[in-house]
């Protein structure tokens, strides 16, 4: 299938596939780091969880960033289109 991933600095993973099924985009995020002992499992786990949180969104700003862009080319583009059909 079509898939695109990114690897971070820190080895995390952030995989990009179209839906099969519906017309989404899904995103896949692995996050990894040494667990030195059982007891520091929850530490550990609540850091990863964090670090999933901060991908998520810093992803979430870039789709904000682009949605903001596409809306600013169509109200240039209405905007072209009205000036047109004045003349």
Do not use: M
Not at 7 to 32: A, C, L, M, Q, W
Request: net charge negative; charged share 30%; proline share 2%.
């Amino acid at each position: 299938s079509d898939v695109i991933q990114y690897y971070t600095e820190d080895g995390s993973k952030i995989s990009v596939r179209p839906s099969g099924t519906e017309p989404k985009i899904k995103f896949y995020i692995s996050v990894h780091t040494k667990l030195n002992t059982s007891q520091e499992f929850d530490l550990v786990n609540d850091q990863l969880e964090k670090k999933i949180k901060l991908i998520e969104e810093f992803l979430l700003s870039l789709w904000c960033i682009f949605e903001r862009h596409e809306n600013q080319v169509a109200n240039n583009h209405y905007q072209a289109e009205i000036r047109k059909a004045e003349q």
